[in-house]
């Protein structure tokens, strides 16, 4: 009887598939795989990196696909089509996130311009975000502190050079991101040379380890069961960082408060602001009940979290790409030479007047966008997308890495061709290229991002030859992340260009 009953156990499942499966379809709800295990869904269907996976499945059910993650319903996009519906016709409806376990403990429903929930307040830090601490005029305010930072990174490369040996590049970028942006904050530099508080310093570089490695998406988020289990330690490491993280950013506060009080705020006036802190603590001044030093500390957090290993990972991989193409190298070589010249360096107001560079930096975007499936959505309502009902409280990823290497959308995707985006009235050219995402989610980083790569990646151009350590191409591989690393940190000599040999005699 028993053994009876086991051969009656795959008939009984594969009808509840079956029936489960044209249930689906009569909701006129999104194609999705037939095979959903109970409490997993399709989570055994997946494999890193996931933007990959997530786009073989694509390939085999379409540009809009309903997957189950464990007890969370996830809507896939991988087409421009789809990508407008969702951030554009639907634009609203997706403008909340879900709740995760990677946002979870820097602020959902109050401080975090990333992770707050859709509504008025986060309407307003948005506009703080964008007019008060990355608007052009404040960009422009600290551009002396990018300037500064890249000349430090070209001096180090100097060295380099002189001694013929590698260098590692990604720390390279990583230290210099991370120096610029601390410095806009706080008016404070934690890595190479020059650090005035060593062990405030050694403080800072372990929370950012921390952070790195436990922003990431968690299991536990998708099988509820497994947070009382395993997850539950990781978690407790989230608030334990947390708790680190805002204490740093409250000394830090605190620190700049005395310096604010010194001069008051009529000093904005006279250009005597030196950092974003100290712009937003004019803001309290004014309305001391709303910007509170909590919104100040998770703002700051944000900013120096989305700010510095994605815009460290393009330059890296920028560099690699020219690595494997110097034809394209030579030829940015010869646009700087040609329109900066060899008494100066590159200045950021230059990088509007460097077309190919900025084709470099678009097509390296395309082929490698720091965040590959944008950061989720969640539906706050029912909607269609690409013809499909999705129900309210749908999880969004958009796959940002399969639209911009499908061959429907770019001729020869997986070659290195910046000449390509030369034709194009717009970068974006719709929603075929979203590297920073789209709607009222975008990223308001993008004017600074922009400005950090162009000028960290052309001033590399513009000062040194570059050579990969052997014959052999450099690897593409990717890494394990959410920002798409490398495999493998990036090696590379240097040598100093007889073109700029007096440019840098001076630096």
Not at 9 to 34: D, E, M, R, W
Not at 400 to 411: G, R
Not at 477 to 489: D, F, Q, V
């Amino acid at each position: 009887m028993e053994t009876l009953n086991l051969v009656y156990l795959p008939l009984i499942y594969a009808l509840y598939i079956l029936t489960k499966h044209l249930f689906h379809k009569l909701q006129k709800l999104p194609p999705t795989p037939l095979l959903s295990l109970p409490l997993l869904g399709h989570l055994p269907l997946l494999k890193k990196p996931l933007y990959r996976s997530l786009a073989r499945i694509s390939a085999s059910y379409g540009p809009v696909v309903l997957l189950q993650f464990g007890s969370r319903r996830v809507l896939v996009v991988s087409s421009p089509s789809a990508a407008e519906d969702c951030l554009s016709k639907n634009d609203v409806v997706f403008a909340n996130r879900p709740r995760l376990l990677a946002g979870k403990h820097i602020g959902y429903n109050y401080t975090s311009l990333a992770w707050t929930s859709y509504g008025d307040h986060w309407r307003n830090l948005r506009k703080v975000s964008s007019i008060e601490v990355l608007s052009a005029h404040r960009l422009q305010l600290l551009h002396g502190i990018r300037a500064d930072e890249v000349r430090t990174m070209v001096r180090a490369l100097g060295r380099a050079a002189a001694e013929r040996r590698p260098v590692d590049m990604k720390a390279t970028f990583f230290e210099l991101t991370m120096n610029v942006m601390m410095r806009m904050i706080a008016g404070k530099r934690y890595y190479g040379e020059n650090v005035d508080d060593v062990e405030e310093a050694r403080r800072f570089r372990e929370i950012v380890r921390e952070t790195l490695r436990l922003a990431t998406s968690h299991v536990g988020d998708f099988v509820p069961l497994l947070r009382w289990l395993r997850v539950g330690r990781v978690e407790e490491g989230m608030v334990e960082l947390q708790r680190k993280r805002n204490v740093f950013m409250q000394e830090l506060v605190e620190e700049r408060k005395r310096s604010f009080r010194s001069y008051g705020a009529a000093a904005e006036e006279e250009g005597r602001m030196k950092t974003m802190i100290e712009m937003l603590l004019a803001l309290q001044e004014k309305e001391p009940d709303y910007y509170t030093d909590a919104v100040i500390r998770s703002l700051m957090l944000v900013m120096l979290i989305a700010g510095t290993d994605t815009s460290a990972g393009t330059m890296e991989w920028a560099l690699s790409l020219l690595l494997n193409n110097p034809h394209a190298l030579r030829r940015a070589q010869a646009e700087i030479d040609d329109r900066v010249g060899h008494g100066r360096l590159l200045d950021e107001a230059d990088i509007a007047e460097l077309p190919y560079l900025r084709c470099v930096i678009n097509e390296t975007l395309r082929m490698f966008p720091a965040g590959p499936l944008l950061i989720p959505h969640e539906s706050s309502d029912e909607c269609v997308v690409g013809g499909y009902r999705v129900p309210a409280g749908t999880m969004l990823l958009v796959n940002a890495w399969a639209m911009h290497n499908d061959p429907k959308n770019w001729d020869e995707p997986r070659e290195f061709r910046p000449e390509r985006f030369e034709k194009l009235d717009g970068y974006r050219d719709g929603f075929r290229l979203m590297p920073f995402g789209a709607g009222r989610r975008g990223c308001p980083g993008e004017p600074l991002a922009v400005r950090m790569v162009g000028l960290g990646l052309g001033t590399l151009i513009q000062c040194f030859d570059w050579e990969r350590l052997g014959k052999e191409l450099v690897d593409m591989s990717e890494g394990a992340g959410l920002s798409m690393p490398r495999a493998t940190p990036l090696m590379a000599y240097c040598r100093a260009r007889p073109a700029a040999a007096g440019l840098l005699a001076t630096i």
